[in-house]
């Protein structure tokens, strides 16, 4: 899904942003919209590391061979590095006129609108489980949402490097640009009457989910084209967004 749009976008310092862990810094080194600054790894992990360097035309002088003690005085302390850590800069944004002109390539797609979602846990778990079912992108709102950051990169098991992701102003006014573009645009809400898996799935559509607890604020909702629940238990009120964007993503592929 990346593509290569370095020329597109003004390059941010490659010691804005330090990735960790295997997955997340290979997949970071394998995506040509990275900005690649220095790599730490320790002894053991060099041979692979340098290959995978020289694969991607990466040049394999970027790695330091370190101490483990060494990557762990820069990381968080409850950090899992796995002995590989990366100075990077964040990743370019896709603009929404670039979604919707991908979208316009296909004849079915899904992208995942997520309103004022903040947990960056939970939006790299996100980003895993769009690129797992296939979502076209995942958009969200620039003010009410974290940048991107390590953890969210480690959460998302190195998929945040393939999945295009756009930042946008206003989310309603994106949304309206979706349904302007063909979108059919739904909204998820624990209190509606229809549930996902009884719609019609065909052409494009944007599923649209709100934070834990409040939901999708008004505007945003009085955007939808339609809201739907996921068939769950009622004596269970909800779940968590990344649980229950997963299951709406999975929904959505079986159409």
């Given at each position: ?23 997340a ?23 692979e ?9 990466i ?8 101490d483990?003690s ?19 800069a ?5 603009a ?27 939006i ?6 769009c ?31 393939i999945?295009?992701?756009c ?31 009884k719609?019609?799935?065909a ?40 649980t ?12």
């Open positions: 899904m990346s593509k290569n749009r370095r020329g597109n976008a003004p390059q941010s310092s490659v010691s804005g942003l330090i990735l960790y862990g295997r997955h810094v290979f997949a970071a080194l394998a995506n040509p919209e990275r900005n690649i600054g220095k790599i730490l790894t320790t002894r053991e992990n060099f041979d590391l340098k290959a995978h360097c020289q694969k991607h035309n040049d394999p002088a970027k790695i330091q061979i370190v483990r060494d990557i762990n005085k820069i990381l968080p302390a409850d950090a899992v590095h796995q002995g590989y850590a990366l100075y990077c964040p990743l370019p944004g896709y929404i006129e670039e979604i919707c002109a991908l979208a316009d390539r296909q004849d079915n797609c899904t992208v995942l609108v997520l309103d004022q979602v903040t947990d960056p846990q939970n790299g778990a996100i980003i895993r489980s690129a797992a079912f296939g979502a076209l992108a995942l958009i969200l709102q620039d003010k009410n949402s974290p940048a991107e950051t390590a953890a969210m990169a480690k959460a998302s098991a190195g998929t945040i490097d999945l295009p992701i930042r946008v102003t206003n989310l309603s006014r994106a949304i309206d640009q979706l349904k302007t573009a063909g979108f059919w645009t739904i909204g998820m809400d624990g209190y509606a009457k229809d549930t996902i898996d719609i019609n799935k052409g494009k559509n944007a599923i649209i989910m709100g934070s834990e607890g409040k939901g999708m604020r008004r505007l945003v909702e009085e955007g939808c084209d339609i809201t739907v629940r996921l068939p769950i238990d009622p004596r269970v009120e909800s779940l968590n967004v990344s229950a964007a997963a299951i709406a993503l999975y929904e959505m592929k079986r159409s």
